[in-house]
């Protein structure tokens, strides 16, 4: 897969054409909105989340609960994937499927799939080699009880 070329430029171009979009809208909104509250969020959050929701702006007594447009653009970048798919085309989404990407990755890795018959089988010889004795748990009981009985006596 790595070593055609033609693949691996369908590859690059199906990146750009999501990441193009996406630095654009990002210098866009940071250029035009840059330290703007644009959101409030309904729930009561604690001050772990500040740097997270207000980037750019520099207010320590601004409730966390407010959103500024930095951060609600990359809130939207990573929670409307659907949209952007929509929005986007399907080669969009193809471009954003990582799981893909790592599966044809592991799957160059390993080469052929397991045989799953030889592990088995491997397993199983195994579990033949190691045949559970039980001649040293033969007559434990007595061989315990003869013992807390010898202690008894000394101690008693």
């Known amino acids: 897969m790595m070593s055609d070329p033609t693949m691996m430029m369908d590859m690059l ?22 330290g703007f509250v644009i959101a409030k969020i309904p729930f009561p959050l604690t001050q772990r989340f500040r740097t997270m929701l207000q980037r750019g702006i520099d207010l320590q007594s601004l409730d966390v609960t407010y959103v500024s447009s930095l951060s ?15 929005l986007l085309g399907a080669s969009a989404s193809e471009a954003i499927d990582d799981t893909k990407l790592m599966g044809m990755q592991q799957q160059m890795m390993m080469g052929a799939g397991m045989d799953t018959s030889k592990a088995y089988a491997a397993e199983l010889q195994q579990m033949e080699l190691m045949r559970h004795s039980t001649a040293a748990m033969e007559g434990f009981e007595a061989r315990a009880a003869a013992t807390l009985a010898a202690l008894e006596r000394r101690g008693g």
């Open 13 to 34: 171009k199906k990146n750009v054409h999501m990441i193009v979009p996406q630095m654009l809208t990002g210098a866009w909104v940071n250029f035009f909105f840059s």
């Open 72 to 86: 609600w653009y990359f809130l939207n970048l990573f929670g409307l994937r659907g949209l952007n798919q929509l």
